[in-house]
T-cell receptor
Framework: GAGVSQSPRYKVAKRGQDVALRCDPI?????LFWYQQALGQGPEFLTY????????KSGLPSDRFFAERPEGSVSTLKIQRTQQEDSAVYLC???????????????FGEGSRLTVL | QKEVEQNSGPLSVPEGAIASLNCTYSDRGSQSFFWYRQYSGKSPELIMF????GDKEDGRFTAQLNKASQYVSLLIRDSQPSDSATYLCAVFPINAGGTSYGKLTFGQGTILTVHP
């Protein structure tokens, strides 16, 4: 596609509910990142994929968070038993560069805004 | 101490003036430095990146890097109301293993308002 596509754009969940957020990166982009952005804050790194391999998941805040990219293209971020503190915008970004963004440009999707009641 | 610090603002400048946005970082081994712009309700978009000490110019934008002072700035000349947005400074560090994956660390952003 022309850009990074994320769905749903908005999700309201009741506390304890599981949610799944989808990211469709730019075609051919090797690297895929998930970030969490709270209101008024900068994006916080969650996890990184190079093709289908999850090379860094150090930013995932708890074991309730799980991400996958099984075929090296579309990725899903799953949050189990959602809590109010999970309310944030979840940003997906992709890059044509393999091995990190140090020499590449990140293209962000519009984000999925999660509200946990 | 946060890894990347920015004054949250808001910074208000008149149209046509120079806007100066500042950022400091804590990891002395950081390699690459990025400025992203984020309009309200939208996703961040890359404006500039800089790797070497000194200035880098691109149109109305100039990025300045001083690694000794661990300081990076963005100057916007001839500011326009359309420049009103949050500006995010991002830093790419070196980890102990010598390789880094995706750990672009962002500051909290500076809100810039350019008024006519």
């Amino acid at each position: 596609g022309a850009g990074v596509s994320q769905s749903p754009r908005y999700k309201v969940a009741k506390r304890g509910q599981d949610v799944a957020l989808r990211c469709d990166p730019i075609s051919g982009h090797v690297s895929l990142f998930w970030y969490q952005q709270a209101l008024g804050q900068g994006p916080e790194f969650l996890t990184y994929f190079q093709n289908e391999a999850q090379l860094d998941k150090s930013g995932l805040p708890s074991d309730r968070f799980f991400a996958e990219r099984p075929e090296g293209s579309v990725s899903t971020l799953k949050i189990q038993r959602t809590q109010q503190e999970d309310s944030a915008v979840y940003l997906c970004a992709s890059s044509r560069i393999a091995g990190g963004p140090g020499t590449g440009e990140l293209f962000f999707g519009e984000g999925s805004r999660l509200t946990v009641l | 101490q946060k890894e990347v610090e920015q004054n949250s603002g808001p910074l208000s400048v008149p149209e046509g003036a120079i806007a100066s946005l500042n950022c400091t970082y804590s990891d002395r081994g950081s390699q690459s430095f990025f400025w992203y712009r984020q309009y309200s309700g939208k996703s961040p978009e890359l404006i500039m990146f800089i790797y070497s000490n000194g200035d880098k110019e691109d149109g109305r934008f100039t990025a300045q890097l001083n690694k000794a002072s661990q300081y990076v700035s963005l100057l916007i000349r001839d500011s326009q109301p359309s420049d009103s947005a949050t500006y995010l400074c991002a830093v790419f560090p070196i980890n102990a293993g010598g390789t880094s994956y995706g750990k672009l660390t962002f500051g909290q952003g500076t809100i810039l308002t350019v008024h006519p």
